[in-house]
């Protein structure tokens, strides 16, 4: 399975972008999938994470209440929209999958990436 994240940029504080992550090889509804990001020098981190049959839903508190993440699987695609954001939001947003049930905050759960897209947020 590949994946393919888009739909990153520069925005204003405040503002909004909504990420897509594309899937195919198979059904995206095979998969958990996760959003994570990466700032320069920071660890990666875990976001959201949603689980193959949409009933487990995660959001870190950093996110929590301005993110939403979504799926599509008619289109193969899950969807990040970042509403609200902050500077402290800027890094490189990752999709990821796993062939199980449910969801995992850890990378290393995660077989499938996508190749990072760039969120940039200036106050």
């Known amino acids: 399975v590949q994946l393919q994240a888009s739909g990153g940029g520069s925005v204003q504080a405040g503002g909004s972008l909504r990420l897509s992550c594309a899937v195919s090889?198979?059904?995206?509804?095979?998969?958990?999938m996760g959003w994570f990001r990466q700032a320069p020098g920071n660890l990666r981190q875990f976001v959201t994470g949603i689980s193959r049959t949409d009933d487990s839903i995660y959001y870190a508190d950093f996110v929590k209440g301005r993110f939403t993440i979504s799926r599509d699987n008619a289109k193969n695609t899950v969807y990040l929209q970042m509403d609200s954001l902050k500077p402290a939001d800027t890094a490189v947003y990752y999709c990821a999958a796993r062939n199980f049930t449910y969801w995992s905050g850890s990378s290393r759960q995660y077989a499938y990436w996508g190749q990072g897209t760039l969120v940039t947020v200036s106050s």
């Open positions: 090889g198979r059904t995206s509804s095979r998969y958990s």
